[in-house]
């Protein structure tokens, strides 16, 4: 089973207010990545934890926590949701860093 | 400058034809891999490669690290490849994966 799964699948928040999202899969994998993908753009790195550490894009380090309390599941939060949050993210997980990647169905974050 | 350039950025193919998308790479990259974007705006999975080629059905990819490209061949075009495709390499300094710009193809009756 290679089954990344992603909840909400849609998720509508109010400027200011705060978001959770949370990823899972149930392989075993190491390594999960949270991406932002926008359209006509690439998908856009956030954060990604191996194991217990995690690993924040310089650029966004600010805007974005994430924590991962078992190997399991993995949350992206959004303290304080601005307009221009609103995207498209993925979340992702690998054996190791450089293993193949699987993506799960993303969430769609609407921010109004 | 970025990563990972990937060309080209559109391109539209009669079915039936074929054509390549390439990747190059401004460093040493570990391992790459090849998606397509579905309609839902995920990513599906068509190949991961640390070395060499693989192929399935018309699809054929290539990975050379030390010449720093790869390809993924698309052979006898029919209308549901359409989409936009995506490149990602293992960037071996940083422990993650770069993605390119990506390829919107269209294939035309």
């Known amino acids: 089973d290679t089954t990344v799964k992603q909840n909400p699948r849609y998720k509508l928040a109010r400027v200011g207010k705060p978001v959770n999202l949370i990823c899972s899969q149930t392989?075993?994998?190491?390594?999960m990545y949270w991406y932002q993908k926008k359209p006509n753009q690439a998908p856009k790195l956030l954060l990604f934890y191996y194991d217990k550490i995690l690993n924040r894009e310089a650029d966004t380090f600010e805007k974005f926590q994430s924590s991962r309390p078992n190997n399991s599941f993995c949350s992206l939060y959004i303290g304080s949701a601005g307009l221009e949050y609103s995207a498209m993210y993925l979340c992702?997980?690998?054996?190791?860093?450089?293993?193949?990647?699987?993506f799960g169905p993303g969430t769609r974050l609407t921010v109004l | 400058g970025d990563q990972v350039e990937q060309s080209p950025s559109a391109l539209s193919l009669h079915e039936g034809t074929g054509s390549a998308l390439r990747c190059n790479f401004t460093?040493?990259?570990?391992?790459v891999q090849w998606f397509r974007k579905n309609s839902r705006g995920s990513l599906i999975n068509l190949f991961y490669l640390a070395s060499g080629t693989k192929e399935n059905g018309r699809l054929k990819s290539a990975f050379d690290s030390k010449e720093r490209y790869s390809t993924l061949h698309i052979r006898d075009a029919q209308l549901e490849d359409s989409g936009t495709y995506f490149c990602?390499?293992?960037?071996?300094?940083?422990?993650?994966?770069?993605f390119g710009a990506g390829t919107r193809l269209k294939v035309i009756a």
């Open positions: 460093t040493t990259m570990r391992a």
């Open positions: 992702a997980s690998s054996r190791d860093y450089y293993a193949e990647q699987f």
């Open positions: 392989m075993n994998h190491d390594t």
């Open positions: 990602a390499a293992g960037d071996t300094g940083n422990y993650k994966y770069v």
